[in-house]
């Protein structure tokens, strides 16, 4: 069925198979299991095999559909998500299914052939295995027993499992408000990283001295075994900068990661003009708590909403990290240069703009590589 699906053996599909080997063999059991009762009361293997599975063939296929009603759906979702849990979700109704006809089928057939009574597995004969089987089968009759005397209660006296059932419901949620949820766990990699974002137009040598006192604040914590700072680069401005902190494992300090997290972020309140983010390594820029969109044709009256609604939200106590992504506009330097003059020296405004953008950003001039690791070598010119 995988291949008529067109589907492969990939993660996705052996992910399934791994989360089906437990119904694959709950299905064969409950069947061999109550074949082998009815053997055991001295019923012939075959006719034991038909009533065995019989009497238990209505509770083996609910429990399967209700794995095929849960997985079913998911082979069905849109988006990129159903992409790629089609093949899973499918995968787990084809396993489940098979397990339902064997169940039915092979299992019987072969439940009449190789099953048999032995004797004195009853009255602790023979082997030590044999006495143990029968000691731990007494046992489990004694609980048997106690069971359905417990059952036979409560179907006299219906009030009590309902009222049991109502405060173990109760109790519960009680017991969810210690616990918690979240949408995603949070994964330790032992790293933590901490967005510096200043305002626009802030010198480069401000941000290195902001980003100096964030790193010495945090090599003053046993958990920080390494601290790396980066200014600018990419779709950023020397305005910005990361600090990535290394951490002890998980195992060797008090602190879990997000307790860790918090703890840095009431350090690193008192920075002025300062917007500090601290996030996981797995963390995007956009993968926040809670997430509001203020949309408008009109673009004065976006960024004045846009503004109200940020001063309520940081405002909002229980909340950390309020960040918008209306950004102030960066300073600009409009440069027209003389055309003539330019002309009459050999130069052309493009080469000008070169000059300028490698003295302002620098230039990839090459790579240098040591143990495995490489590193851009970039030259910055310098022009009076």
Known sequence: LIDMAGFTINIMTLMALGISIGTLVTNSIVVIENITRHVKDGMNPYDAAEQGTSEVAVAVLASTLTNIVVFTPIAFMSGIIGRFFLQFGVTVVFATLFSLLISFTMVPMLSARLLRARAGEHHGEGHIWTKFTGAWDRAYDGMAGGYRSMLETFLRRRWIPIGISAVMFFFSIFLF????????????????????????????????????????????????????????????????????????????????????????????????????????????????????????????????????????????????????????????????????????????????????????????????????EEYDIRAVSYTH
């Not at 305002?199 to 401000?206: F, I, K, M, N």
């Not at 509001?292 to 004065?300: A, F, H, Y």
């Open 177 to 372: 408000s210690f616990v918690g949820g979240e949408f995603m766990p949070v994964i330790d990699q032992n790293i933590a990283i901490i967005e510096l974002s200043l305002p626009a137009g802030t010198s480069l040598e401000r941000t290195q001295e902001v980003a100096s006192r964030i790193e010495t604040r945090m090599r003053g914590h046993e958990e920080v075994i390494g601290v790396i700072t980066k200014i600018g680069g990419g779709q950023r401005g020397v305005q910005d900068a990361e600090i990535i902190l290394r951490l002890t494992k998980g195992s060797e300090r008090d602190l879990k990661l997000t307790d860790f997290m918090n703890l840095i972020r009431t350090e690193l309140a008192d920075l002025p003009d300062a917007e500090i983010a601290v996030l996981t390594e797995s963390e995007g820029g956009n993968d926040s708590d809670i997430l509001i969109e203020v949309l408008s044709n009109d673009q004065d009256k976006l960024s004045m909403t846009a503004g109200q609604v940020y001063d309520i939200v940081r405002e909002t106590e229980g909340l950390v990290e309020v960040q918008t992504s209306e950004k102030a506009g960066k300073p600009e330097i409009v440069v027209r240069p003389r055309r003539r003059q330019l002309a009459w020296r050999g130069l052309s405004p493009m080469t000008v703009g070169g000059i300028l953008r490698t003295a302002y950003e620098g230039e990839k001039a090459g790579v240098y590589r040591e143990t495995g």
